[in-house]
C-alpha cells in the first residue's frame, strides 16, 4: 500500500472531523457561549492567568501535550502492523482523544481554570478530588523524573540539537518581551524568531556540542542536574516570559516538521515495507489491550486533561477559541503520528544505517530494526527509527542528512523539553490544590509547590546514587506503570466530563462511550502488567500499580453513585464559574 494515499486520506478525515463532529460538540454538546468571561480574564494576574490570541495559545498547548509521546508510541506499536495504528491513531483521536482534551479544557473554563481533578470535588465528591489529584501527582512525577533522564540522553544521541535547543531560550524571552511588553505583533516577530532558530540549527549541525563528564559525574546525569534545574527556573517564571513564546516557536517548528515530513511523502510516496496486521511479535504482549495503551499521545492521553485543564484554561480568553485549542490540537498531534506511522512503516524501507555502516532497504529494513519487541522497544531504537525515517523523506528532496537529522533531533528535544516543564508546572498547581484543600496555604506557593514537584522527582532518580546505572534505574523504577496509570487517568477525566455533562442534562453518551472503552481496555492492560509483576517478582510495582488500579475503582464507584442520582433526579445542576 503507498503510505502517501494513507496520509492523504488522514489527513482529509481530521479536516472533515474537525468541521462536522467538532463544530457539533462545540454548539449542541458543550454550547459554547462567546458572552462568557473566562478564568484568564477574572482572575488576571500576568503570571498564570493570562488571556492568549488562541494562535499563540495553540501552540503552547499543543508542544505541551505532544512531547515524544506521539512519535515514540506509534513508532513501536507499528510492530503490530501498520493497519491497526492507523485506525486506532485516527478514530481514537477524533472520537475520543479530541472529545476528552476539549472537554477538559471546557469544565475547567467554567470552573475557574481548576484542574478536573479538583473540580471532580464539585461533580462528584471530596474523596475523588483527593484519590484523582494523588493520581495525577504519581503519573506526574513519573514524567518530571522521566523526561528529565530522557532530554540527557538525546543530547547525548544527538550533540547538534545542544546550541539550537538552548539558543531558543533567549530567543523565546526575546519574543515574549517584544510581544507582551512592546507591544509588538506576535505574527511577524514569531517568524523571525523562527528563522534566527533554524539558522542555530544549522550551526549545531555542523559544531555539535558534547557534554563532558564535570566532577565525575557522567555527562548523562549533568543534564538531568541541569534540566531539573531549568524545569524549576521554567515553572515559576511568569508564563509569558518563557513558556508561552518559546511554545510559540516551537508549533511553528512542528508545521515546518509536518510540511518536510509531508512533502518527503509526496516526492519519496515509499510503499508500506512494515507488515499490515502482525498479531504476535517475538515477545510482545498481546495487542488487545495494549495497542490502546502503547500509542498514547496520538489517540488519546491522560496527560493532555492536564494541559487543558492545568494550563490552557487560565489563558484561553474566549470560549469560541477552545474547539480551535482543544480539538484542533489532537487532531494536529494525530497528523504528527499518521506522517511517524508512515515514516518508521514506509520512510525506513528507503534505507536503515546499521551499526557497522551497511545500508538495509525495503522490507529487510523493517523486519531487521523490528525482529522482536526488545530489538524495538528501547528509546534509541523507537527514535531511531523515525529519525531515519524522516530523513530518507527528506533526503528524496535534496535536504542534507546531516541537516536532516539535526532537524529532527532539534524537534525531538524541544518537545520533550516542553514536556518537561508543562508537566512541573501542572505539578506545582496540583500540589497548591492539595494544600489548599487541606489547609495548608505555606505549601501552595508557587516556588514552594515548584520545590515539592522538583524535589520529589530528583529523589525519584538520585536515591540509588549519582552513577549512571543508578540515575537510569531510579528515575526508571515507576515507567512500567506509566502507560496504564496515564490511560486510567485518561478514563478518569471522561468519568469527571461525563459526569458534567449529566448534571446539566446534556448527552453524556459522547463521553460516556469513550470512558466504557478506556476502563475496560486500560483495566485489562493493568491487569495483565499485575500478573507480569507478580510472576517476575516485582513486588514494589505490584503494591503501586494495585493501589492506583484500586484507587481508580473506588472513584468509579462513587461516580456511580452520584449518576444514579442524576438519573432519579436527586442531585442538583451544576452551576459553572468563570
Not at 528563522?195 to 542555530?200: A, D, G, N
Not at 548523562?220 to 541541569?226: C, D, E, G, R
Not at 489517540?299 to 493532555?304: E, N, Q, V
Not at 506545582?428 to 490544590?433: D, F, I, S, T
Request: a neutral charge; one cysteine or more; aromatic letters at 10%.
Amino acid at each position: 500500500m503507498n503510505s502517501l494515499v494513507i496520509a492523504a486520506l488522514c489527513f482529509v478525515g481530521y479536516f472533515v472531523a474537525y468541521y462536522t463532529y467538532g463544530k457539533f460538540l462545540s454548539k449542541k454538546i458543550f454550547k459554547i457561549d462567546e458572552a462568557l468571561e473566562c478564568p484568564s480574564c477574572s482572575l488576571r494576574d500576568d503570571k498564570d492567568y493570562v488571556p492568549t490570541k488562541k494562535e499563540v495559545l495553540f501552540g503552547h498547548h499543543f508542544t505541551s501535550i505532544a512531547g515524544l509521546g506521539p512519535i515514540v508510541g506509534p513508532a513501536i506499536a507499528i510492530i503490530w502492523g501498520w493497519v491497526p495504528a492507523v485506525i486506532w491513531v485516527f478514530f481514537g483521536a477524533v472520537f475520543m482523544g479530541a472529545v476528552h482534551d476539549f472537554g477538559s479544557l471546557m469544565v475547567s473554563m467554567r470552573n475557574q481554570g481548576r484542574s478536573v481533578g479538583d473540580v471532580a470535588s464539585k461533580l462528584i465528591s471530596h474523596r475523588v478530588r483527593t484519590l484523582f489529584l494523588l493520581i495525577i501527582f504519581f503519573e506526574l512525577l513519573i514524567v518530571i523524573a522521566v523526561f528529565a533522564l530522557i532530554i540527557g540522553i538525546l543530547f547525548n544521541m544527538y550533540p547538534a540539537s545542544v546550541i539550537p535547543v538552548w539558543g531558543e531560550v533567549p530567543i523565546a524571552v526575546l519574543l515574549g518581551y517584544l510581544v507582551y511588553k512592546k507591544g509588538q505583533g506576535h505574527t511577524m516577530w514569531g517568524i523571525v524568531a523562527l528563522v534566527i532558530m533554524y539558522v542555530t540549527v544549522v550551526i549545531g549541525a555542523y559544531v555539535p556540542l558534547t557534554m563532558p563528564s564535570i566532577a565525575g559525574l557522567n555527562p548523562i546525569v549533568v543534564w538531568v542536574l541541569i534540566m531539573l534545574a531549568y524545569a524549576y527556573i521554567a515553572s515559576v517564571l511568569p508564563v509569558t516570559t518563557l513558556l508561552q513564546p518559546r511554545d510559540y516557536i516551537n508549533g511553528h517548528q512542528l508545521l515546518v516538521a509536518l510540511t518536510l515530513l509531508g512533502l518527503g511523502a509526496v516526492v519519496a510516496h515509499p510503499t508500506f515495507v512494515a507488515p499490515t496486521v502482525n498479531m504476535s511479535p517475538e515477545g510482545a504482549p498481546p495487542i488487545l489491550p495494549f495497542l490502546f495503551v502503547v500509542i498514547a499521545c496520538g489517540a488519546i492521553s491522560g496527560f493532555h486533561s492536564l494541559v487543558s485543564s492545568g494550563t490552557s484554561a487560565k489563558q484561553c480568553e474566549s470560549e469560541k477559541d477552545c474547539l480551535f485549542i482543544g480539538y484542533g490540537s489532537m487532531l494536529t498531534e494525530s497528523a504528527l503520528s499518521t506522517l511517524v506511522i508512515v515514516a518508521v512503516g514506509a520512510g525506513i524501507g528507503l534505507g536503515m544505517t546499521q551499526s557497522d555502516g551497511s545500508i538495509l532497504t525495503g522490507t529487510q529494513a523493517f523486519t531487521t530494526h523490528y525482529a522482536s519487541w526488545s530489538s524495538a522497544a528501547g528509546l534509541g531504537a523507537k527514535l531511531g527509527a523515525f529519525v531515519e525515517g524522516s530523513a530518507n523523506l527528506m533526503a528524496s528532496y535534496g535536504i542534507p542528512k546531516n541537516i536532516s537529522l539535526a532537524i529532527m533531533g532539534v524537534f525531538l528535544v524541544s518537545f520533550a523539553a516542553t514536556t518537561l516543564d508543562s508537566a512541573t508546572r501542572i505539578q506545582r498547581y496540583v500540589v497548591g490544590e492539595l494544600a489548599q484543600a487541606y489547609k495548608m496555604p505555606a505549601l501552595a506557593k508557587p516556588n514552594a509547590a515548584t520545590f515539592i514537584a522538583v524535589g520529589t522527582a530528583a529523589v525519584l532518580c538520585f536515591n540509588g546514587g549519582f552513577g549512571i546505572a543508578e540515575v537510569k534505574k531510579g528515575a526508571l523504577a515507576l515507567w512500567p506503570l506509566f502507560g496504564t496509570v496515564n490511560q486510567l487517568m485518561a478514563a478518569m477525566a471522561l468519568l469527571v466530563i461525563t459526569v458534567y455533562l449529566a448534571r446539566r442534562k446534556a448527552p453524556a453518551y459522547i463521553t460516556g462511550i469513550p470512558l466504557v472503552f478506556m476502563i475496560a481496555m486500560t483495566g485489562w492492560a493493568m491487569v495483565y502488567n499485575l500478573q507480569n509483576f507478580m510472576t517476575k517478582g516485582n513486588m514494589m510495582l505490584f503494591v503501586i500499580g494495585l493501589i492506583v488500579l484500586l484507587l481508580e475503582v473506588w472513584m468509579i464507584f462513587e461516580t456511580l453513585v452520584v449518576m444514579k442520582k442524576v438519573a432519579s433526579g436527586e442531585a442538583e445542576p451544576v452551576e459553572d464559574c468563570a
